[in-house]
């Protein structure tokens, strides 16, 4: 692997024996619209692959089959495989997709199975390093036991297929469920500057070495919360989405970002951004958007 070109912020995470940088890549918009079909410029999105796992030196990348689907794993086998021995590539499984886009629940343990095995063909892989199991629906998690559906993950994980578990989309109760039956290493769940739910959550995963993931950065904003993200992105000459990225680094340690872009340049913005060093003012500035 070639020595990064930008220095990439906030340093390593280590997910169980997997060393990762804690600024990651989520794949997803490389599909096109709506997630489903191929890009619209395949050679682009093979080109912000290569950036990001070879050229930047980024060792954490988020994906799942049900992309496309079939689609951002494919194109990450063309872009990187053979796989550098640092990269650790992360997928989802518990969800499928239908025609008409939607994502379906697909949680039962035939359907596990084969979304794990569907996941190591379309990356070629004998193993891999890191599932996350999907919980709730399209509206956000949901209440409910996870134990039949994390079993066969765990089965599959004493069969040599999977070196990790996580959750994602999950309640505070389904992370502690998870626990009861095998350590994780990870949870992904949309957090924010305006969505604070997880926010003891978070902290109680700190002081447990496991990571926190947060998806959709910006998501959920008001336009009186968007004035004050603005308001400190002006003051710092920088973006809204830097700043936001820069809060969630400084959040806590066990945060890792997987900011996704079909774009490049738009990848080194997010890289740079996120290295922003945000004073005790606009720290508390920013606290004050989610609550």
């Known amino acids: 692997m070639s020595t990064p070109s930008l220095s990439l912020p906030g340093g390593t995470w280590t997910l169980g024996d997997l060393t990762v940088t804690r600024f990651g890549y989520g794949a997803m918009q490389l599909a096109g619209p709506w997630v489903m079909g191929p890009p619209a410029d395949r050679e682009g999105a093979l080109a912000v692959l290569r950036e990001a796992a070879v050229d930047l030196g980024i060792t954490h ?28 590539i992360v997928t989802k499984v518990g969800a499928t997709r239908d025609e008409q886009g939607g994502w379906p629940t697909a949680r039962r343990p035939e359907d596990l199975r084969r979304q794990v095995h569907d996941n190591l063909k379309s990356l070629r892989l004998d193993v891999l390093d890191l599932v996350n199991l999907r919980l709730g629906n399209a509206e956000g998690p949901q209440p409910g036991s996870l134990a039949e559906a994390f079993e066969t993950l765990v089965e599959l994980q004493q069969q040599g297929l999977i070196r990790h578990l996580g959750v994602s989309n999950a309640t505070e109760e389904q992370v502690t469920e998870a626990q009861s039956i095998a350590p994780i290493v990870c949870v992904q769940n949309m957090y924010n500057l305006a969505h604070r739910h997880d926010d003891k959550l978070i902290d109680r995963l700190a002081t447990e070495g496991v990571a926190y993931v947060p998806f ?24 809204p989405m830097s700043v936001a990225l820069a809060w969630l680094l400084q959040r806590s340690p066990n945060i890792l970002l997987i900011p996704g872009t079909s774009s490049t340049a738009h990848l080194r913005e997010n890289i740079a951004g996120a290295g922003l060093s945000l004073s005790h003012e606009d720290l508390t500035e920013l606290d004050d958007i989610g609550r």
């Open 61 to 88: 990348i988020d994906t799942s089959d049900a992309y496309g689907p079939r689609v951002t794993n494919e194109l990450i086998r063309e872009a990187l495989h053979p796989y550098p021995e640092s990269l650790h």
């Open 216 to 239: 959709f950065p910006l998501g959920g904003f008001t336009p009186l919360q968007s004035s004050a993200l603005s308001a400190v992105a002006a003051r710092l000459k920088a973006t």
